[in-house]
């Protein structure tokens, strides 16, 4: 009877051993939705960041799995996904007040705040009226395109910019190919990496080479379902990136040739205020922001 006591309490320790055991290996699960709009230049950027910043985590918090999910989603439906956080709990979006505040924001710009720049994608044959352009004001003369659900509508629509509006990207396309709007602001991997996806099917489509929009809203990782261990994870992993130069590293890897093809350095740049960018945005951290100079 001892004996079988004593069996029953090994077991029972064995048990309670391998549990705390999985617990201890147990990995963080991370999902990314990788939006289908994404260009192919920021999802190759995004990706390689991600992956660096959580290796940079592993020897402080251990194991981590990393899936992208197969869901395509409009940014309404992405953000309900995410509160659920079962499908998809990460993202890489440009921010809003909403997103910062129902989901949990790394505030450190993915890309240095370089999609804050945006060029837009016109009709070639009607440059010369955009290279007249001198003022905002001048700018107001001439609609642009814009999605529905994107968070810097709403600052096109403040500052008076003229919109028209619809739910996709490729709809954009085809509103500009039939002259319904007159220039596609896009940040500046897309406009490239779009002008040359689309070309052979709008042969006049080109990136607009005089100026640029400032839209103070960076883009950052977002977490979803309230997963707090996840976002401090990221964050940590972010920092070390920042504070070893894999940050910048990354950022010039991936974006100098772009830079440079966009001609950023020569555009005239027009600013536009945001006033739903929140107060914890990390202006002030100069390590965080690329200015072309």
Same mark, same amino acid.
């Given at each position: 009877m001892q004996q079988d006591r004593w069996w029953l309490t090994w077991a029972w320790v064995v048990l309670a051993l391998a549990g705390l055991q999985g617990q201890a290996c147990a990995a963080d699960v991370y999902i990314i939705d990788m939006n289908s709009s994404k260009s192919h230049f920021n999802n190759s950027h995004v990706m390689r960041l991600l992956n660096a910043a959580l290796e940079a985590s592993r020897s402080r918090y251990g194991d981590y799995e990393l899936k992208v999910s197969a869901l395509h989603m409009e940014r309404e439906r992405l953000l309900q996904e995410m509160l659920k956080g079962s499908n998809v709990n990460l993202?890489?979006?440009?921010?809003?007040?909403?997103?910062?505040?129902?989901? =949990?924001?790394?505030?450190?710009?993915?890309?240095?705040?370089?999609?804050?720049?945006? =060029?837009s994608l016109i009709d070639g044959r009607k440059q010369n009226l955009f290279s007249a352009v001198r003022t905002l004001d001048d700018l107001k003369q001439y609609s642009l395109g814009a999605g529905r659900q994107w968070s810097s509508t709403g600052i096109y629509r403040q500052a008076g910019l003229p919109l028209v509006e619809t739910n996709s990207t490729l709809g954009l396309h085809h509103m500009l190919a039939a002259g319904r709007f007159q220039h596609f602001p896009r940040a500046i991997d897309e406009a490239i990496y779009e002008q040359a996806a689309y070309v052979q099917e709008f042969p006049t489509l080109t990136v607009e080479r005089s100026f640029a929009l400032y839209i103070p809203a960076p883009r950052y990782f977002f977490i979803g379902g309230q997963q707090q261990r996840l976002a401090q994870r990221l964050e940590y992993g972010l920092q070390r990136l920042v504070a070893d130069g894999r940050y910048d590293q990354l950022f010039h890897q991936f974006y100098d040739g772009l830079i440079e093809q966009s001609g950023l350095r020569k555009r005239r740049i027009f600013r536009l205020d945001n006033p739903e960018l929140s107060p914890l945005t990390p202006l002030d951290n100069k390590a965080y922001w690329y200015v072309p100079e």
């Amino acid at each position: 009877m001892q004996q079988d006591r004593w069996w029953l309490t090994w077991a029972w320790v064995v048990l309670a051993l391998a549990g705390l055991q999985g617990q201890a290996c147990a990995a963080d699960v991370y999902i990314i939705d990788m939006n289908s709009s994404k260009s192919h230049f920021n999802n190759s950027h995004v990706m390689r960041l991600l992956n660096a910043a959580l290796e940079a985590s592993r020897s402080r918090y251990g194991d981590y799995e990393l899936k992208v999910s197969a869901l395509h989603m409009e940014r309404e439906r992405l953000l309900q996904e995410m509160l659920k956080g079962s499908n998809v709990n990460l993202s890489g979006q440009v921010t809003s007040a909403e997103w910062e505040t129902k989901l =949990i924001p790394i505030r450190i710009p993915l890309d240095k705040g370089l999609s804050c720049y945006r =060029i837009s994608l016109i009709d070639g044959r009607k440059q010369n009226l955009f290279s007249a352009v001198r003022t905002l004001d001048d700018l107001k003369q001439y609609s642009l395109g814009a999605g529905r659900q994107w968070s810097s509508t709403g600052i096109y629509r403040q500052a008076g910019l003229p919109l028209v509006e619809t739910n996709s990207t490729l709809g954009l396309h085809h509103m500009l190919a039939a002259g319904r709007f007159q220039h596609f602001p896009r940040a500046i991997d897309e406009a490239i990496y779009e002008q040359a996806a689309y070309v052979q099917e709008f042969p006049t489509l080109t990136v607009e080479r005089s100026f640029a929009l400032y839209i103070p809203a960076p883009r950052y990782f977002f977490i979803g379902g309230q997963q707090q261990r996840l976002a401090q994870r990221l964050e940590y992993g972010l920092q070390r990136l920042v504070a070893d130069g894999r940050y910048d590293q990354l950022f010039h890897q991936f974006y100098d040739g772009l830079i440079e093809q966009s001609g950023l350095r020569k555009r005239r740049i027009f600013r536009l205020d945001n006033p739903e960018l929140s107060p914890l945005t990390p202006l002030d951290n100069k390590a965080y922001w690329y200015v072309p100079e």
